[in-house]
């Protein structure tokens, strides 16, 4: 439940994958019809999940189990197109780029449409929105349920008006007769129905280069209520008689309480005290009350000290660090050994790798509710049916009495997978029976939420003066194991990932441990390259097979103007590149170091391929923020931390992108309209470090190994 | 202590040390204001007080009683979009928008001194104001659509 301190605790995605439905209750067609009024609904189940033999002649009960639902639309009686899923928007656009694929698939237009998201009595178990997998996966299996109810739209069409199927065609909400020009609406055809059908694989999916809504940009389509400030975020909700949550927090990590007086904060008219073990929680009727409750509770604390620093920390990863037991990266391939010798050149180098933060400007935030026995939590989570089950264990009650509903949020990158605050104002809304918010401060979220993992990455390498890589040995250190292959033909490699005892709460991140391990990976590969005095991108050019990777090498270097760059005086280039999750990257960057040592990063070209594109200009957004976003963790993030305190736990303190850091951006995006469309909200993160140490390498011949790479601004 | 926020007169008994921030969002449910620091660092609660960009969570009322404080939800006139909102929606610059009423803001009272800024003049207003989602130069889009030609 928690991300906690034990080893294994930073790869959630795993966890998460494995995770059970949250209901298996099964989808009774008849409630379902109940709650959403009749009409026509395609879920996503293979087609023998359904045991309902003549369903629409004898309406019963069709059982599908939950857990094989991954969506649904349903098109109402009234032409209304709704769209359920599980998943969440936390500012990657996902609400309107879903939408337009449903609007493409149904030939609907895209005003008709609304989306259901992150609510866990009304849409389908999801495990979570993480992973680059909402475009991929969701996407794909709303395209074909939207295919299969165009499908069903006609076939209702033609036997109503006793028409071939073939001469009629679904268009703006309505279907065709293309020989008669007979027309009739979807809601027309859906009135007095209670169709539930399961997605048919025959159903034809519009093929990207036929796309008309889908592949264009289409704005936020909730947008003005975002400018206006009218959209209501879980931190600005507020219900009749809430009462204003504040926790107390242990002085450091690990720290024990020994005795706390709770009695001068009872005594404040209106405040609610939770004491239970280490949790001491208050709940009172206005933030102020809150906070001045918490000053007036007297608590003794017995702190661990000795807990290791941004000082030792990388010799404690690797210390602690266990001999098996992490995801290895598969069997070893080739005799490394005999690859090193049969090198011409050989190089070591180790990669340090610090802690850092998400950030989300929106801290975690939770409203909770109890009414007759059940829980309503909104909460900014990725993951609702994850916190749903979390409240049902920590309150012993069914998943069914617990509704987890989570607005669009105000981001995550991967930093909102867990519950904690959900469960604190769960806890206090309990024993207060009123509602309760809890909303973090940006210290309790730099020092309560998790982080980063912070690891190092050994890397020994051998080449030959031709090009060939003949041996690579990679070995991670609890980072993680994200990206951590190899992606050029190295015939003799050894790759593990071996987890360590980590001092912070560490978890998801977007990108996870991509960005170290491509930074390691492609820092090497340069350094490589230096040796045998071959160019950087020629010498990946040589040693890589996939297309699609050659492809964004060649594209960003042509866009950077690569081959013709000059020699000013100060100023290097670097170049990197990776893949991730069906995403493909390349990224040039020029920068200038200057007689003082002061980095300045002047440009960053970075190509993007992610298979056929859904809205060009949020997926611009995309790569733009993860450039942006990574630029911060190759420049100058960094958790600082000892005897388990933040030591920068505020935004004056730690240090993130601002409108003055950014270089010249420029950004290709290369649309594959024969691929299917794989996310983005990581893979484009994982070049921008590599390519700035590589750029300062080019500049200096120094070749750092620690990210960040410059937190001072100076080259030291 | 009355409060005048957008063009609202609100009678309200409170300490006058008490943020402003906590005042709009809690009190008067204007919550388009948004907390993403509390120590001026970040730009998401910025309002306007008598036109000038403040930080509304380090602004205590007591400093702010009568004087004229514009908010995010007091740029819409009678159902029309402010210009500098305009610009932006139709720029749609943002991922998760939670900065986006303190971006518009700023960018309000930036474009009302300086009607065509440089892209430096840009920067240098807009630097107080944090997106986390790293959309910053899509934002310059928006303001330079916003500024006069
Ligand atoms: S919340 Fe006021 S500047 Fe950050
Ligand atoms: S759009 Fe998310 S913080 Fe700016």
């Known amino acids: 439940m928690e991300h906690s301190n034990h080893p294994h605790s930073f790869e959630p995605m795993n966890d998460e994958l494995t995770g059970e439905p949250a209901t298996k209750t099964g989808l009774d067609r008849r409630k379902f019809f109940k ?110 349920a939207a295919a299969t109810a165009r499908q069903a739209m006609i076939d209702m069409a033609a036997k109503n008006w ?30 007095g129905q209670q169709l539930l059908l399961p997605i048919s694989d025959q159903a034809r999916v519009t093929p990207a280069n036929e796309w008309k809504v889908a592949g264009k940009t289409v704005k936020k389509i909730n947008g003005q209520s975002f400018i206006t400030g009218k959209h209501q975020y879980v931190s600005d909700m507020k219900l009749p008689g809430m009462l204003y949550g504040k926790i107390l927090r242990a002085p450091s990590y ?65 210390k602690t660090a266990s001999a098996s037991g992490g995801r290895n990266a598969g069997a070893p391939k080739g005799d490394l050994e005999e690859g090193l010798k049969s090198a011409d050149f050989t190089h070591s180098k180790t990669y340090n790798i610090n802690y850092i933060a998400h950030v989300p400007l929106e801290p975690r935030a939770a409203l ?53 605050a959900a469960l604190e104002a769960a806890r206090l809304a309990l024993q207060a029976k009123k509602p309760v918010k809890v909303v973090w401060t940006r210290e309790e979220e730099f020092t309560w939420a998790y982080f980063r993992p912070g690891g190092v990455i050994e890397v020994s390498s051998g080449v030959k003066k031709d090009g060939t890589i003949s041996g690579w040995k990679f070995l991670n250190y609890n980072s993680g194991g994200s990206a951590i292959n190899t992606q050029y033909k190295i015939a003799n490699h050894e790759i593990a990932f071996l987890p360590s005892n980590t001092p912070l709460k560490q978890g998801s991140y977007r990108g996870l441990a991509a960005t170290a391990n491509v930074f390691a990976r492609e820092s090497h590969i340069t350094d490589l390259a230096r040796l045998i005095k071959m160019d950087q991108l020629e010498f990946r050019l040589k040693n890589s097979d996939d297309a699609r990777l050659t492809a964004v090498l060649e594209t960003a270097a042509k866009a950077f103007g690569w081959k013709s760059l000059g020699r000013a005086t100060g100023h290097g280039y670097g170049i990197a590149c990776g893949l991730d999750k069906g995403g493909y990257v390349a990224t040039c960057a020029e920068v200038m170091v200057n007689s003082h040592k002061e980095v300045k990063v002047i440009r960053v070209t970075q190509a ?109 | 202590m009355v409060l005048n926020v957008n063009g609202v007169k609100h009678e309200v008994s409170l300490e006058p040390d008490v943020e402003l921030l906590s005042v709009l969002r809690n009190e008067l449910e204007l919550t388009g204001s ?52 305009a610009a932006f929606l139709e720029t749609d610059p943002f991922q998760c928008s939670y900065c986006a009423p303190g971006m518009i803001m700023s960018a309000v009272a930036l474009l009302k001194n300086n009607p065509a800024p440089t892209e430096d003049a840009i920067i240098k207003s807009m630097d107080g104001n944090i997106c986390r989602c790293g959309t910053y130069l899509n934002i310059i889009k928006a303001i330079k659509l916003a500024s006069k030609p």
């Open chain 1, 35 to 144: 709650l959403f009024g009749g009409g026509l609904a395609v879920a996503f189940v293979l087609q023998d999940m359904f045991s309902f033999a003549g369903e629409a002649a004898a309406p019963g009960t069709a059982l599908v189990p939950t857990s094989q639902v991954g969506a649904w639309i349903h098109i109402g009686e009234d032409g209304t197109v709704s769209v359920f899923t599980g998943k969440v928007e936390v500012g990657q656009n996902i609400r309107t780029s879903l939408s337009q694929i449903v609007a493409e698939e149904l030939r609907v237009p895209i005003s008709s449409i609304k989306m259901v998201m992150g609510d866990t009595d009304l849409v389908p178990f999801d495990a979570g929105t993480f992973g680059s997998r909402s475009t991929p996966q969701m996407g794909g299996q709303l395209r074909k």
């Open chain 1, 162 to 191: 006793g028409a071939e199927g073939k001469t009629l065609q679904a268009l703006d909400g309505m279907v065709i007769n293309r020989e008669t020009n007979k027309k009739i609406t979807y809601s027309e055809l859906t009135k």
């Open chain 1, 254 to 318: 690990n720290a024990k309480l020994v005795s706390v007086d709770i009695a001068k904060a009872q005594a404040i008219p209106g405040v609610v005290i939770v004491h239970d073990g280490d949790f001491v929680g208050i709940a009172a009727p206005s933030v102020r009350t809150a906070a001045r409750a918490l000053q007036a509770i007297n608590a003794k604390w017995q702190e661990t000290t000795q807990q290791p620093s941004n000082a030792n920390i990388f010799e404690h990863l690797v």
């Open chain 1, 368 to 420: 909770a509710q109890w009414e007759d026995g059940k829980l309503t939590v909104w909460a900014g989570t990725q993951r609702p049916f994850g916190v749903q089950e979390d409240l049902a264990d920590e309150f012993k009650i069914p998943k069914e009495k617990v509704r987890v509903i989570m607005p669009d949020t105000g981001s995550g990158y991967g930093g909102k997978h867990t519950a904690e």
């Open chain 1, 608 to 716: 993007f391929e992610c298979g056929a594109i859904v809205n060009p200009l949020h997926l611009e957004n995309q790569i733009m923020g993860s450039i942006v976003q990574g630029l911060g963790g190759a420049l100058f993030e960094a958790i600082d931390f000892a005897d388990g305190k933040i030591r920068n736990s505020s935004l004056s303190a730690y240090r993130v992108p601002r409108f003055s850091d950014i270089p010249k951006i420029d950004i290709v995006m290369m649309d594959r309209k024969d691929l299917p469309s794989a996310g983005a909200g990581e893979a484009a993160i994982i070049g921008i470090a590599p390519a700035i140490r590589n750029a300062i390498l080019d500049a200096t011949g120094k070749g750092l190994t620690t990210l960040p790479l410059i937190p001072n601004g100076v080259l030291t």
């Open chain 2, 34 to 85: 948004k907390y993403g620091c509390g120590e001026g660092a970040c730009g998401a609660c910025t309002v306007l007080i008598n036109g000038t960009p403040s930080r509304s969570c380090i602004t205590t009322v007591g400093s702010v009683a009568g004087k004229e404080i514009t908010t995010i939800e007091g740029l819409e006139k009678n159902g029309t979009l402010h210009p500098v909102q």
